[in-house]
């Protein structure tokens, strides 16, 4: 076979896969809007969604360069602060991922395989635009290893490419200096991509100020799905759509969805914990939903893990704001990349005391090695606790729906006997 013959072999593979990616967002998307709680005050974080998550796109409707984002424990704040619009790279396509599996390891995570796979169907070139930079926190080996993969599937984005090397003790003193080191370098990175040499206190302020704001927000969110008002599908269609507008847009339409949840759930309650889910791969929350259990609490990065919580300051210097967020992010981050980190654990099992939930779902996706281990000491400490615990290993694929489908049911009956 020639090099021509091989392209006109690739592009038509290409073309096939763009093709059923369409169709799967599009399908999750009619899902959605079809739904009975579906409400006008939903619409604006569907659509979000339905428009894609190409550079383009998000730099036009936010008004600011794109910025991709690899994992959550990079101070949002600093870009907005620099005029960038910070995106967390997601797979969440099922056939994307068979685009980039040949050039990958067997078992790898799905999520990143599929964001690959997005990556070599160049939706953002397409556009014209692609990511201004590239920032990584070091959390999981695969994050860790983005860009040899990327270069080894052959994507030809090669844009400034920053690493933050995350420091995995988080209650050493020595750590948290070394984190706050990490925070300075991002700045200076997001101040040479920008040509922006100095950021103003008081703007720095206000950025803060402004993330403070959407959390405050989605803490009331997080508080009506406790009570079983906010399904969990629902809630995770507006945390996943957090990085594709500007942040007070959002969060101004967060307050308006607020308003639209009015029917309790009366199924039983349950933790989701383990590996994050994305849009339009929703296959477990539809699942759940189908096997008659409700989540009232969550710990998924992508979901109510978006933010790490409130940043409190006293000093309102550049190196006091800084050390804030850096404090903020690398200790309130629940990462199971994380050496010390019984408090994630503690933080599952105590509210169980308080009758808030009924048994713990464990959703980990084969290759996702940091939640597959802590699976094992999560089951152990939460049966010496008397609770009820299952582990669902799945990959991004709907063949497994009905054996994980069974699995719960089985399990919503040992809840409720």
Not at 136 to 148: F, S
Not at 290 to 298: I, P, R
Not at 337 to 352: G, K, L, M, Q, V
Request: glycine share 4%; charged share 25%.
């Amino acid at each position: 076979m020639n090099n021509t013959q091989q392209d006109d072999r690739e592009g038509r593979i290409k073309k096939k896969i763009f093709d059923r990616f369409e169709d799967e967002t599009a399908q999750e998307i009619k899902n959605l809007k079809s739904r009975p709680d579906f409400s006008p005050e939903l619409e604006y974080f569907v659509d979000l969604l339905a428009a894609g998550r190409d550079p383009a796109t998000i730099s036009e409707r936010t008004g600011r360069p794109v910025v991709a984002l690899m994992c959550l424990q990079a101070p949002l704040e600093l870009f907005h602060v620099f005029g960038l619009q910070p995106f967390k790279i997601f797979g969440g396509a099922m056939v994307s991922q068979r685009l980039s599996a040949p050039q990958l390891p067997a078992i790898m995570c799905p999520m990143l395989r599929s964001a690959l796979g997005e990556l070599q169907l160049d939706l953002a070139g397409q556009k014209g635009q692609r990511f201004l930079a590239w920032v990584a926190p070091t959390t999981c080996d695969w994050v860790v290893k983005i860009q040899d993969m990327m270069e080894v599937c052959g994507i030809k984005e090669k844009p400034p490419f920053h690493r933050l090397e995350l420091p995995h003790m988080k209650d050493r003193d020595e750590s948290q200096e070394r984190w706050l080191e990490e925070v300075y370098l991002l700045k200076n990175f997001l101040s040479q991509l920008t040509g922006q040499k100095k950021i103003k206190r008081q703007a720095l302020a206000n950025s803060m100020s402004l993330y403070q704001k959407s959390w405050h927000v989605f803490s009331k969110l997080i508080d009506l799905k406790r009570i079983g008002l906010v399904p969990e599908l629902w809630f995770m269609v507006i945390s996943n759509s957090f990085f594709f507008d500007d942040v007070e847009k959002w969060t101004t339409a967060v307050e308006k969805a607020l308003l639209t949840f009015k029917t309790k759930n009366e199924s039983p309650d349950i933790f989701l914990a383990g590996s994050p889910i994305f849009f339009p791969n929703l296959k477990m929350l539809h699942l759940l939903e189908e096997a008659g259990l409700n989540v009232s609490m969550d710990d998924l990065c992508s979901s109510e893990r978006i933010f790490p919580g409130a940043v409190y300051f006293d000093d309102v210097s550049e190196h006091g704001l800084l050390k804030a967020l850096a404090q903020r992010y690398h200790q309130g981050c629940l990462c199971p990349t994380f050496a010390d980190n019984d408090r994630r654990i503690n933080n599952i099992i105590a509210p169980a005391h308080k009758d808030l939930f009924k048994g713990v779902v464990f959703h980990v996706l084969k290759g996702c090695h940091p939640f597959d281990l802590e699976s094992l000491t999560l089951e152990s400490r939460l049966k010496d606790q008397g609770l009820k615990f299952i582990k669902l290993e799945t990959d991004y694929t709907s063949e497994d729906s009905q054996t994980l489908l069974t699995r719960l049911e089985a399990y919503r009956s040992a809840l409720t006997n």
